[in-house]
């Protein structure tokens, strides 16, 4: 098992940066494929972005995509997500996701395909 903890988020302006990161417990985090996912209110949970469990694979959301970025520290149990040019619609709850897998390319888009979730992180962009 896994257990996962975001931090990193908080109030901003639109266009600034955050980095979020999502702790994980565990001696074999490598073995797992991570996500990103985020819930503003009212709204169903949605896909920002994913890593294979190697690194070497990423994915992202097409309303994120080129102003954010995935990555891993397989040494340190670390996934981090870095968000530039932050918007208003950029406010919601940060989750980290996480599942075991055999395989080191493969990343996933989807809610169900993820075992472990953390808490979550608020992220608030103010206009």
């Known amino acids: 098992q896994v257990q996962l903890v975001e931090s990193g988020g908080g109030l901003v302006q639109a266009g600034d940066s955050l980095r979020l990161t999502c702790a994980a417990s565990g001696r074999t985090f490598s073995s797992y494929r991570m996500g990103w996912f985020r819930q503003a209110p009212g709204k169903e949970r949605e896909f920002v972005a994913a890593i294979s469990r190697s690194g070497y694979n990423t994915d992202y959301a097409d309303p994120v995509k080129g102003r954010t970025t995935i990555s891993r520290d397989n040494a340190k149990n670390m996934v981090y997500l870095q968000m530039n040019s932050l918007k208003p619609e950029d406010t919601a709850v940060y989750y980290c996701?996480?599942?075991?897998?055999?395989?080191?390319?493969?990343?996933?888009?989807?809610?169900?395909?993820?075992?472990?979730w953390g808490q979550g992180t608020q992220v608030t962009v103010s206009s």
């Open positions: 996701a996480a599942r075991y897998t055999a395989i080191s390319t493969v990343t996933s888009r989807t809610n169900g395909e993820y075992d472990y």
